[in-house]
């Protein structure tokens, strides 16, 4: 019981500490112009997302889940994913796509 808190306590944090690294850098690239910054947000939306992955595969790994278990977890989901979820996945795909090629601004 104490390594379920600790992981989802651990990985609280972990996103909140993503989330202000996010922050930081837009703060620190503020001067940027305005193309540079759709750039600069689409980046670090990956970025964050990249991170938060790794976040929840480090508290799974806390739980005592050897990397194995966790690649043909994944391995299924993915199978899942393509076949349930192909419009939305598109969707999100095709969204980070127009983020990069600055068509739309946030």
């Given at each position: 019981?104490?390594?379920l808190f600790f992981a989802?306590?651990?990985l609280y944090f972990w996103i909140n500490i993503v989330w202000a690294?996010?922050?930081v850098l837009i703060y620190l690239f503020t001067?940027?112009?305005e193309s540079e910054m759709s750039a600069l947000e689409?980046?670090?939306t990956i970025f964050r997302y990249f991170m938060i992955m790794l976040g929840i595969l480090l508290s799974l790994?806390?739980?005592g889940l050897n990397n194995t278990t966790i690649a043909a977890i994944t391995g299924g989901l993915s199978v899942g994913v393509g076949f349930g979820l192909r419009e939305i996945l598109g969707n999100f795909i095709s969204g980070l796509l127009l983020l990069f090629e600055r068509s739309l601004h946030p």
């Open positions: 019981m104490g390594a989802t306590v651990g690294i996010q922050d001067d940027a112009d689409a980046s670090l790994n806390l739980l």
